[in-house]
């Protein structure tokens, strides 16, 4: 009976890590035929980033400028392989030169996982002001967007829109709220 | 490295001339990335194929797009023609691609110093940085510096067999580009995934 509990807990152990919010994301990229996933890391996706490198179905690496990964996910995509890029908040910042003009009037189903800094506890002032900026840039463009906050929906949330994205070649970003993933917190 | 020599030693060509020489080298269905600008008018004029991509922003991009091609058609040679002013927005592009080192990527520089297409300042780098020395210390051992139109073309037949990606500059005049490419983002796009065999038309 011990015996008995100890291995359903561990099966449970084993489901609760496939079940991880980046967990679904991986497979749910994978499912999708996104094996090219450029990246500027945060800390909060490390465990997403260290599980694609590990996963000799992805080609992953970090990029200088998250430009620069909507640029390789760009060609990728002209050249028939999926792609997607992970990035912080702050990150996402840096391209409303690049949606404007490349993403959206080439019509490129750009794929954005962004990490969710400056709310639900930041500590840090600029990363708050900077989180202020990204919706109003993704609704000038009239961009897809979908905060994810729920594990639950997570999987849904993103085949759907990664399908979206492709079938109406049209990006989409997915904002992954602390809410889902614990966030970063004050801790130095 | 001696190519701040070299750099003196370099012959001022012409973008046109340079663009039209390459593509005249091309016979095996090559895609060629043009950047944002003069370096996209002159890859127009020198002739459409179907295999072109021509930028409409997005400055200093030429390279990463083409790292994408490459790493999506392997078996394919990109080529990616860039201004000087546009890759000092990007040079942390370069060493991306020298970390993943893909064999099939030929990078072009089109360096005259100035940004010509508004106003021919001079860039920051002009007559202070040396774009081979920036490629090579960024981790592209296989940079040069063209040092005539005959040079230009050995260092491109060297690219096309290299095991690495290569870098080549070329010194060019103040020349503005010749062509006007056709300002339709989806059709560039579309025409350019027809041209790599990844889509058939209608």
Known sequence: ?188 | MSSNMNTRNTKVMNRLDVTSRLIAKLKHEEAVIGGIGNTNFDLWAAGHRPQNFYMLGSMGLAFPIALGVALAQPDRRVFALEGDGSLLMQLGALSTIAALKPKNLIMIVMDNGIYQITGAQPTPAANVADIVAIATGSGLANSAWAADEEDFERLVEEAMSASEPSLIAVRIDDKPGVGATRRDPVQIRERFMHGLGVREPL
């Not at chain 1, 749910?28 to 996963?55: C, F, G, M, Q, W």
């Not at chain 1, 430009?67 to 999926?82: L, T």
């Not at chain 1, 000038?140 to 994205?165: C, G, M, N, V, Y």
């Open chain 1, 1 to 188: 009976m011990a015996i008995a509990e100890q291995h359903t807990s561990s099966e449970a152990a084993q489901t609760s890590s496939d079940k991880s919010w980046h967990g679904i994301v991986l497979q749910t990229l994978k499912r999708n035929e996104i094996s090219l996933v450029p990246y500027v890391p945060d800390r909060v996706l490390t465990p997403l980033i260290k599980n694609l490198h590990a996963d000799p179905f992805f080609t992953t690496f970090a990029t200088a400028r998250e430009e620069e990964a909507v640029g390789i996910v760009s060609g990728a995509w002209m050249g028939g392989r999926r792609a997607a890029v992970l990035m912080q908040t702050s990150g996402f910042a840096t391209l409303a030169n690049v949606l404007a003009s490349l993403a959206v009037p080439y019509q490129i189903p750009l794929i954005m996982f962004v990490s969710e800094r400056g709310t639900l506890g930041e500590f840090n002032y600029g990363q708050s002001l900077v989180c202020r900026t990204m919706r109003p840039v993704l609704d000038s463009l009239a961009l897809e967007h979908h905060t994810i906050t729920r594990l639950d929906e997570l999987e849904f949330i993103a085949d759907r829109s990664i399908k979206q994205a492709v079938t109406t070649q049209a990006p989409v970003a997915l904002i992954l709220n602390p809410l889902l993933t614990g966030g970063k917190v004050f801790d130095k």
